[in-house]
RNA sequence: GCUCCCUUCGUCUAGAGGCCCAGGACAUAGCCCUCUCAAGGCUGUAACACGGGUUCGAAUCCCGUAGGGAGCGCCA
């Protein structure tokens, strides 16, 4: 660990890595759905892991008892897993590193605890809620950082046992240096420097004696042997102070690299009036994991590849250091296109479960293949699928606006022809075309349009001669009789 | 209020002083192909936030302005 040098300035260099694997994590807390900012920093993680054969791990955050809930961990969970990104250790996989749990690591966290106090490093705070709000208040209200004053930091022993004796419960604050300069070089940012005058007194345990955010992290990164910390820029002005809790623990300091956040359309952080923010909201819309898995891999973030990428592609055009400085703008279209390019690389049996919430009932696997395949190309959501399930299976569609028209175009011998090969051929088209040419003389826009029209009611769609063998047996003939 | 981060086509970005009157992808427009849509092919429209410096030369370096974002919590 790098300690001060002349000047005062503590540099804090990352840790040679010899082996070049990259130990990375995801940490969520579970106290709602995941977010796609949270979804793109767990997928740059997992990238940069998987890159030179490192380890990927999952940490649950849910020192804060109240909001943190099971139900969410599960959905959290169930998303990372949708996602494809694989955890080589987590909650549901301990190792003796684990366990993966911030609520479990209490007493690990103790121990720490106890030597900054042997230190000095810490001291006991006996402000009430209300005193720093406060305070708070009144710092701002006057033009002044808000920062905790420094109240409980010099209290005497005998003090602090009057306070106890009070039965006022204490939280333990860090006690931070003076005249310090704290630099460290961000992983996508390049150096940074920050002035400990800055910073005011932090809390790392709680009154209640649980961890605090910037304790926990910070020790828990330590001593689950991450190597690199991929977060969201949020966390840029705070980690001098994560870098204090370690140089004062003498722990390794993992590489920081903090990502932008993810911006609404109108430069505003992404959130509800955006739209969709969580992977379960697009996962329930019918996106395909493959579609915000490669959004999300552009977002912020360049490589030489185009086109849909899997996974390992990704691994291998992931480039930590063109990871952009600049917050990126969520763009719901462009998430469409990579939606399009998912949907239609879809093998047929994909494609089939894919679509499965919207298919009918009571078919035969050859018959809802048959009718998966003719439609694929024109559907990017499942939803898309719905009215092709009514025109093909459904009773014959009602003509839309304008059909008419280009049905009496077509002549009085037209569908006479066409219904009888319909009805000789079965669900034919070139048979039906074939008829419908030879007693009209009509080619081209001329002879097709009709039929389309006659046999699905729209004038556009998906091909038609693969979309008429997906129909009943009779259909074709039953809806071109129609006009006959 | 203080500290920090950011600013290249609609979007994601390439760009680390001359290779840039700025390149790519997607979007978009037109054309071709075509029974429609999609796909595919071709062509096009479109950006260095602003103002000062430094330099023979700046998207690139420096200063400032504007705009956006974050942090300063017994939330993570």
């Known amino acids: 660990m790098t300690g001060m040098d002349s000047t005062g300035a503590a540099g804090f260099a990352a840790p040679a890595r010899l082996d070049g694997g990259a130990v990375t994590r995801f940490a969520p807390s579970p106290t709602g759905e995941l977010h796609l900012g949270n979804a793109r920093t767990a997928l740059f993680n997992y990238l940069l892991a998987r890159r030179g054969g490192g380890r990927f791990i999952l940490r649950i955050e849910d020192t804060d008892a109240q909001r943190s809930q099971e139900a969410h961990l ?12 694989a955890w080589d250790a987590g909650p549901d996989r301990e190792d003796d590193r684990g366990p993966y749990r911030q609520s479990q690591r209490g007493a690990l966290y103790a121990r720490f605890f106890e030597a900054l106090e042997r230190r000095q490093a810490v001291y006991p705070c006996f402000c009430t809620p209300l005193e720093l709000e406060a305070a708070r208040r009144a710092q701002l209200g006057s033009g002044r950082p808000p920062r905790y004053a420094g109240t409980c930091r010099s209290l005497s022993e005998e003090q602090r046992r009057g306070k106890q004796a009070q039965g006022l419960a204490a939280m333990t604050r860090f006690r931070v240096p003076a005249g310090r300069r704290i630099e460290f070089v961000d ?12 910073i005011g007194d932090f809390v790392i345990r709680r009154a209640d004696g649980t961890a605090a955010f910037f304790f926990s992290n910070a020790v828990d990164d330590a001593s689950m042997g991450i190597t690199h910390v991929l977060r969201g820029e949020d966390h840029l002005a705070n980690t001098p102070r994560q870098l204090l809790i370690l140089e004062a623990l003498g722990l390794p300091v993992p590489s920081y690299g903090h990502v932008s956040l993810i911006l609404g359309p109108d430069g505003a952080p992404l959130s509800k009036r955006h739209g969709a923010t969580s992977v379960r909201e697009y996962r329930a819309g019918g996106y395909r994991p493959e579609a915000l898995r490669n959004h999300l891999f552009r977002l912020g973030h360049s490589s030489g590849e185009h086109g849909l990428l899997d996974l390992e592609a990704m691994v291998r055009a992931f480039d930590p250091a063109h990871l952009g400085r600049a917050s990126a703008h969520f763009d719901a279209q462009q998430l469409k296109v990579w939606q399009k390019e998912a949907a239609h690389h879809l093998s047929p049996d994909e494609a089939r479960a894919w679509l499965a919430p919207v298919l009918p009932a009571g078919l035969s696997e050859s018959a809802l293949s048959a009718f998966v395949t003719a ?3 024109n559907v990017v959501l499942p939803e898309d699928a719905r009215p092709w399930v009514a025109i093909v299976f459904g009773p014959p569609p009602a003509l839309e606006a304008g059909g008419e028209e280009i049905i009496r175009q077509a002549g009085a011998s037209f569908f006479p022809a066409a219904a009888q090969a319909a009805g000789q051929s079965g669900n034919d088209l070139q048979a039906i075309a074939a008829a419908a040419r030879e007693a009209t003389g009509k080619k081209g826009a001329q002879l097709y349009m009709p039929l389309r029209l006659a046999l ?12 008429l063998k997906a129909m009943p047996p009779g259909a074709a003939h039953a809806r071109l009789a129609r006009f006959a």
Do not use: N, Y
């Open 74 to 85: 599960a959905v959290v969970l169930e998303d990372l897993r949708w996602l494809g990104l």
């Open 187 to 198: 992983l996508v940012h390049g150096p940074q420097s920050f002035l400990s005058d800055d």
């Open 375 to 377: 439609i694929l190309p």
């Open 456 to 467: 699905t009611g729209r004038s556009h769609g998906p091909e038609l001669a693969p979309l």
